[in-house]
């Protein structure tokens, strides 16, 4: 079993910024892709960013220059640096990591638990 657990989110004023956590745990042999994905309310769950095991990188436009994704392969951790945060950024995020738990299997899909990262004055 994998768990991905989050941390980071909160309230935050906008222009400001928030650091997201994300650790997974468990049964990993090997993590491929690992991403950020949102969900605001009465929308659909949207990318925001996505990182490969080699560090190439992707985001959403609407988050572009603004946010950075990274990650720590040695502690199976993906970050997401948020800067100039605006109040469309208001949603609940969710971490995601592309699993491979025995090798040469195959690659599993995890979610986390989701944080919710609120801009607001």
């Known amino acids: 079993q994998v768990q991905l657990v989050e941390s980071g989110g909160g309230l935050v004023q906008p222009g400001g910024s928030l650091r997201l956590s994300c650790a997974a745990s468990?049964?990993?042999?090997?993590?491929?892709?690992m991403g950020w994905y949102r969900q605001a309310p009465g929308k659909q769950r949207e990318l925001v960013a996505v990182?490969?095991?080699?560090?190439?990188?992707n985001y959403a436009d609407s988050v572009k220059g603004r946010f950075t994704i990274s990650r720590d392969n040695a502690k199976n951790t993906v970050y997401l640096q948020m800067n100039s945060l605006k109040p469309k950024d208001t949603a609940v995020y969710y971490c995601?990591?592309?699993?491979?738990?025995?090798?040469?299997?195959?690659?599993?899909?995890?979610w986390g638990q989701g944080t919710q990262v609120t801009v607001s004055s």
């Open positions: 995601n990591a592309g699993v491979v738990v025995t090798p040469g299997g195959p690659i599993y899909r995890y």
């Open positions: 468990g049964s990993i042999f090997s993590i491929n892709a």
């Open positions: 990182i490969t095991s080699g560090g190439s990188t």
